[in-house]
Nanobody, 124 residues
């Protein structure tokens, strides 16, 4: 069993920054890719970013490219999402997830474990 716990969400003004963390426990963390997704009210869950198990490959949604950075610390079983230049349209519940393989993945069906989510609200 794998447990993922997100933290770091909150309320921030447009243009501000937040860093989300996702702590993993349970089965081996380091050999799997990890990802961040988000879901805004009334919308479907969407891909945000993913990172390979080694950390040397990342992918981003076009909407966050250049503003968000995903990283991981395998020694701490933790993945991060640094979010800069936040916009009101970034408001959503953010979820971290563990992929079913070591390589990056952008589709939600490629992930088998999910956290409970953390709310990010960006005011204009």
């Amino acid at each position: 069993q794998v447990e993922l716990v997100e933290s770091g969400g909150g309320l921030v003004q447009a243009g501000g920054s937040l860093r989300l963390s996702c702590a993993a426990s349970g089965r081996i963390f380091s050999v799997y890719a990890m990802g961040w997704f988000r879901q805004a009210p009334g919308k479907e869950r969407e891909f945000v970013a993913t990172i390979s198990w080694t950390g040397d490959t990342t992918r981003y949604a076009d909407s966050v490219k250049g503003r968000f950075t995903i990283s991981r610390d395998n020694a701490k079983n933790t993945v991060y999402l640094q979010m800069n230049s936040l916009k009101p349209e970034d408001t959503a519940v953010y979820y971290c997830a563990r992929a079913q393989a070591a390589t990056v993945a952008t589709a939600s069906f490629s992930y088998d474990y999910w956290g409970q989510g953390t709310q990010v609200t960006v005011s204009s």
